[in-house]
């Protein structure tokens, strides 16, 4: 059965569909000694696909792995930088780093810290990056100056961002310092960079940002000791199974690509 060729790879595990498109855009990829076009659709059962001139195929698909890495500033969320950057792979031992298929799920901009999962299940990935996701995100802030309640309210309620207004997020003060605030922020959406811009628009620019939950999924629990910076742990059961539900809630023509992308 044809499918479009970044969704063979996310499904094989050799990279989400936005690293496999970046990817196919770099000509990385080749179906049939030619290089690969987005959107172009191949039968796995009859085309050769290769990455980097090398075979790839549903058997050569690792098992899949779910991981929740504390990243460290200065790191970008990608498998690959054109600027020769370091990535969060960079973070990982050479077994996870090389023929694993492990990517970021969304990202943290590099000067942002903290909770990012890592997986090679690229129906999940698809899933959770869906515009329509909601998971909760939880953010600790500290921002320039001293908003007022009326500010903080205004941020609750959703602000305008290219002309089109954030969604509901929950604001809460933590702290007044002698010129900074540091605030708790949760949101239901991960527009670029969406902290740093509102909270600029506002006239507080952001200092340090920090994510320290998930939904559920947190970098430190009264069970689980602080995940140091820059290291990593494997998701326990009980966490993957709040994201596999979360996106049966994807509406239902998404659903049905989820589920033909698994069938091809």
Wanted: hydrophobic share 35%; net charge positive; glycine share 8%.
């Amino acid at each position: 059965m044809e499918a479009r060729v970044q969704k063979i790879l996310a499904q094989w595990g050799i990279a989400s569909r936005r690293e496999a498109e970046e990817m196919i855009r770099r000509s990385r990829v080749q179906v049939n000694g030619t290089p690969a076009h987005l959107g172009q659709k191949v039968d796995p059962k009859k085309d050769k696909i290769c990455v980097d001139g090398q075979p790839v195929s549903a058997q050569q698909q690792p098992p899949l792995m779910y991981l929740l890495l504390h990243k460290p500033g200065g790191v970008v969320s990608t498998c690959h930088d054109p600027q020769g950057r370091k990535t969060v792979l960079h973070l990982l031992p050479p077994e996870l780093r090389v023929g694993s298929g492990l990517h970021p799920v969304g990202r943290l901009d590099a000067e942002s810290t903290g909770a990012l999962i890592l997986t090679n299940d690229g129906d999940l990935t698809f899933g959770l990056t869906h515009p329509s996701h909601s998971i909760p995100k939880t953010y600790q802030v500290l921002v320039k100056g001293h908003p007022s309640e009326a500010v903080l309210e205004m941020w609750c309620q959703g602000v305008v961002l290219e002309g089109r207004k954030t969604r509901p997020a929950k604001v809460r003060l933590i702290d007044t310092l002698a010129k900074n605030t540091h605030l708790e922020i949760v949101l239901k959406e991960g527009r670029n960079r969406q902290i740093r811009r509102v909270a600029q628009q506002l006239g507080y620019p952001v200092i340090k940002l920090h994510r320290t939950a998930i939904g559920p999924i947190q970098l430190q629990t009264p069970n689980i000791p602080l995940l140091d910076e820059g290291n990593y742990r494997s998701l326990k059961d009980a966490e993957v199974l709040f994201l596999k539900e979360h996106i049966k809630h994807l509406p239902v023509k998404d659903l049905v690509e989820v589920r033909r992308s698994k069938k091809a």
